[in-house]
């Protein structure tokens, strides 16, 4: 049985801070993960050669909301019509929202679309390796641009999903659940954690994210298959209940995000102008149906065309 402990400080776990020649914090957690995850890592089409920066891109743009098992046939129909930026950014933005079908939160197909028009027209079609010039492109923000320039392009950055933060802070900082919203703690607790070589900093980013996703999962942790399980904060402090801010939760059935899945739904199927009549049907609720449509129209998922009809943006 194990013997709670108190929880330990970040970086505590991973080992002294460097000084004087002694080991970086996260060294004795690095190669772990990573052995681990040269075992263990899934073959996804993202992480093939032939997946080049775009097809990260593109993956990463699905994945942040979406899970991997409803990406994988939008992504591999994504990159066989749109095997480069530059045959996207030809297509009308619309075309992306249709193709989009039902990931959820289509903005991101919008983002990706304008992203892809910038590649073509700033970097000559070819995704930039560059963190800053990543960073400078619509839709891209510092978490895609750290997951493209290390995934891709193998450089040092720290990458900080959903899935990783729950490995760091049940892991290093010895709690069930990391904050709501990214800190400025945990980006400094990430970049501390980061092996110095940048191959190495590419591999450890992947593998803890794996392992969020396979192992450390958010509900269901999968200790005895952990890597890390010897040094973990949080199983080495007995597992204590989570004590911050309610977590957020997931509610979809009668939000606003669903009422507007199925007018674009109606949109996406139609290959045309709709009337508001066929949207009507969609959704009981008169005013609720009306704000997800103005919705959609201000986030330029959506064109109003003269006599009430609509459809997806042109351009
Ligand atoms: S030991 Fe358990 S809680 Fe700790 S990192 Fe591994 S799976 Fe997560």
């Not at 108190?6 to 060294?27: C, F, I, M, T, V």
Request: positive net charge.
């Amino acid at each position: 049985m194990t013997t709670p402990t108190k929880p330990l400080p970040p970086g505590s776990a991973a080992g002294p801070a460097p000084a004087g020649g002694r080991p970086a914090p996260g060294e004795s957690l690095h190669s772990p993960v990573i052995d681990w995850f040269d075992e263990h890592a899934r073959d996804l089409p993202w992480r093939r050669p032939e997946a080049g920066a775009w097809g990260v891109m593109v993956s990463e743009f699905m994945l942040q909301q979406t899970p991997v098992s409803r990406v994988l046939p939008v992504y591999e129909q994504w990159m066989a019509r749109w095997p480069r930026p530059a045959d996207l950014a030809a297509e009308a933005p619309g075309e992306a929202v249709r193709a989009w079908g039902r990931l959820g939160y289509p903005r991101r197909a919008l983002r990706l679309h304008g992203a892809a028009a910038a590649i073509t027209e700033r970097h000559g079609g070819d995704v930039p390796a560059d963190h800053a010039q990543l960073l400078a492109l619509p839709g891209i923000g510092e978490y895609t641009a750290a997951a493209v320039a290390s995934f891709a392009y193998r450089q040092r950055h720290a990458v900080l999903d959903t899935n990783v933060r729950r490995v760091f802070a049940r892991a290093v900082t010895g709690v069930q659940y990391p904050p709501n919203a990214t800190t400025a703690a945990e980006r400094k607790l990430a970049r501390a954690l980061l092996p110095e070589d940048e191959g190495t900093a590419a591999r450890w980013a992947a593998a803890s994210m794996e392992l969020g996703a396979l192992v450390c999962t958010a509900r269901n942790e999968a200790c005895h298959r952990c890597p890390i399980a010897a040094q973990c904060a949080w199983r080495l402090a007995g597992k204590p209940e989570h004590d911050g801010p309610p977590r957020r939760g997931q509610t979809y059935a009668g939000t606003d995000r669903q009422v507007r899945g199925r007018l674009l739904a109606v949109l996406r199927e139609a290959h045309g102008p709709v009337p508001q009549a066929a949207l009507d049907q969609v959704w009981h609720e008169p005013v609720q149906r009306a704000r997800a449509l103005d919705g959609l129209v201000a986030d330029g998922l959506v064109e109003p065309l003269a006599d009430g009809l609509y459809r997806l943006p042109l351009g």
